[in-house]
C-alpha cells in the first residue's frame, strides 16, 4: 500500500501509486488463491471507521457462510487466536515472498519490533 500521508480515497493517490496499488493488490490476491486455494478473490476499499485507505483482499469458497454475498457486515467478526492468526501471517508471507523472490523467516513479532526500530 502506497504511504501517502492524508489519503483516504483511491482517488487521492498519484497515477503512478494508483498503478503501484494494483501490482500489490494483484500480488496479494495471487498469494492468498495460491496459500487457500479458494474460488473467488473479493476486493474491496470500504470502510468509514478507518479513515485511511486501505484496501481488503480476501478469498472465498463456494459455501462459505455467506456465500455468495458480500462478506462485509454480513457476520459478527471472530477474531483469530494468536497462533491461528501468526501462522495465517506466514503462509500468505512466503506465497507473497515467493511473488517478488523474498525470503521470509522473521515472526510477526520481530516485524513488528524492526517496524518499531525504523520508526
Known amino acids: 500500500m502506497p504511504k501517502v500521508p492524508g489519503a483516504e480515497e483511491i482517488h487521492h493517490l498519484s497515477v503512478n501509486d494508483r498503478g503501484r496499488l494494483m501490482q500489490e ?8 488463491e495460491k496459500a487457500y486455494d479458494v474460488d473467488k ?13 486501505h484496501v481488503h483482499v480476501l478469498g472465498r469458497k463456494v459455501g462459505d457462510v455467506v456465500w455468495p ?8 467478526p471472530v477474531k483469530y487466536e494468536a497462533a491461528a492468526a501468526e501462522a495465517a501471517m506466514r503462509k500468505i508471507m512466503k506465497k507473497l515472498a515467493t511473488e517478488r ?18 520508526a
Open 25 to 32: 493488490i494483484a500480488m496479494c490476491s495471487a498469494a492468498i
Open 41 to 53: 478473490i473479493n476486493v474491496g476499499a470500504i470502510g468509514c471507521v478507518c479513515r485511511q485507505l
Open 69 to 76: 454475498r458480500p462478506v462485509w457486515g454480513a457476520t459478527n
Open 101 to 118: 523472490g523474498i525470503l521470509v523467516s522473521t515472526s510477526l513479532e520481530e516485524q513488528k519490533k524492526r517496524k518499531k526500530m525504523r
